[in-house]
């Protein structure tokens, strides 16, 4: 009897003490996910200009001033000033690592309000790299060179508009702290691609989604996380990794998949890759990474140095001795055609029928040709420049082509210059 009653008793003491145990283990695992994120903020250049400041002399009355794109309203208070001031919106490069778009100078830097102006920031022109509209928000670089991210202070979802109050001027940037990169990509049939959910700023669970605003009645201080490196997004903010579409995708990390595309499409094929997240409130919030998937190939062009565009490419189709290249029913926004004549190599641009030409019209009396008009009353010239052929084999045509003086509309002027590479399917009657 003894004996049964110390078995009893072990096993009680067994029982009791496992649950502690296990909550224990979970406690310390969970403890390791959680580790404090650290972010070292990130000193970047100053932006140049890259178009027409707007500038507005506003008084103790308060008014109004937007940039010449109309994608930034500013909205200064009754009171905000004390004297007339002259006010300027100017576009500038974006130096922010996580910025979206163009960033603005506002001016006078240094310049402090009396009451709060607010900037409200246009986004439907970038809504395909916003990505989770509830960790999207407004930056501005300080002093230092380092961004600093402070959120918004709402939405307006029907004119698709974030706003943040300030009492200063400084350069500031549309960005957001959190995304999928890339969130857009283009790749060949049977290429990978890794996709990582990435941070940029500091992040609490409790403030993931809660706008990071000031008290109305309360200081100004611009509450907020500075920009910096990223690095993967926290284990506890990430729930689940989907697939949509074509292909497939493995998990390399908590934080990264390795999407891998179909061996073979027809034409163009595309799949979204998205992860749900964790949050600390109700509702499903996703961040999106849409992947293109070439079939047939793809062309990227770059128009003065822009960044570049990539769009499918229809097969390369040898006539004679001429190679010709075309896309399909004008994506990319213009019918582009790229000609040579012979193999492998270097082929300079001419003005031959069956030559090496280019083009890329964007509707009617507007493009770009690889010939140009130097003067009144001259005669056209090849643009100079050449296509560098790589690749004429196993049933692909690759290469790259570089263009200066490329003729602009109907009058030719040599005012542009062109740059893209491609691969694209073979084909020889």
């Known amino acids: 009897m003894k004996f049964f009653v110390e078995r009893v008793c072990i096993s009680m003491l067994i029982v009791f003490f496992l649950p502690v145990l296990f909550v224990s283990c979970k406690k310390e695992k969970k403890q390791v996910d959680d580790a404090p994120l650290v972010i070292t903020p990130l000193v970047r250049p ?25 994608s930034l309203l500013i909205v200064i208070p009754a009171g905000a000033l004390d004297i007339n001031t002259t006010i300027t919106v100017e576009p500038i490069t974006n130096t922010n690592i996580a910025g979206i778009g ?10 402090i309000f009396s009451k709060p102006v607010t900037i409200i920031w246009a986004w439907a022109a970038h809504a395909d790299s916003i990505g989770l509209l509830q960790t999207l928000g407004l930056a501005y670089q300080m002093d230092d060179g380092v961004w600093k991210f402070t959120g918004a202070d709402s939405f307006d979802a029907n004119n698709k508009t974030v706003s943040f109050s300030t009492t200063h001027f400084s350069d500031w940037s549309l960005m957001n702290r959190i995304s999928l990169t890339p969130y857009k990509a283009s790749i060949d049939v049977g290429d990978k691609q890794t996709i990582n959910a990435l941070v940029f700023t500091e ?3 409790d403030d993931l989604l809660v706008p990071l605003v000031n008290h109305p009645d309360g200081p100004y201080n611009d509450s907020g996380y500075p920009v910096g490196t990223p690095a993967p997004l926290p284990y506890r903010f990430i729930k689940s ?38 949050t600390p409130i109700p509702g499903t919030f996703l961040l999106v990474s849409n992947i293109t998937i070439m079939g047939d190939g793809w062309i990227e062009l770059s128009i003065d140095g822009g960044s570049p565009i990539r769009f499918p490419a229809s097969p390369v189709v040898k006539m004679g001795t001429q190679y010709i290249l075309s896309n399909p029913e004008d994506e990319g926004g213009g019918h582009f055609l790229l000609t040579w004549n012979g193999g492998l190599g270097s082929h300079a641009f001419d003005l031959d029928a069956g030559g090496t030409r280019f083009h890329f019209l964007t509707g009617i009396n507007e493009g770009y040709n690889s010939m140009y008009i130097p003067g009144a009353n001259m005669p056209p010239q090849a643009s100079e420049g050449n296509v560098n052929i790589i690749k004429l084999s196993a049933g692909k045509a690759e290469g790259a082509f570089n263009i200066s003086n490329v003729g602009v509309g109907d009058k030719f002027k040599p005012e542009a210059t062109a740059q893209g590479k491609f691969s694209a399917r073979l084909f020889i009657p």
């Open 46 to 70: 100053s932006g140049i200009s890259t178009g027409v400041a707007v500038t507005k002399i506003i008084g103790t009355s308060g008014g109004t001033i937007r940039s010449a794109d109309g």
């Open 102 to 111: 163009s960033a603005f100078r506002l001016t006078p830097h240094g310049k």
């Open 203 to 205: 992040v609490d669970m």
């Open 241 to 278: 990794w989907k697939l949509t579409g074509a292909g497939s995708i493995a998990e390399i990390s908590k934080h990264a998949v390795k999407y891998q595309s179909p061996a073979s499409v027809n034409g163009t094929t595309s799949a979204t890759v998205t992860l749900q997240l964790n």
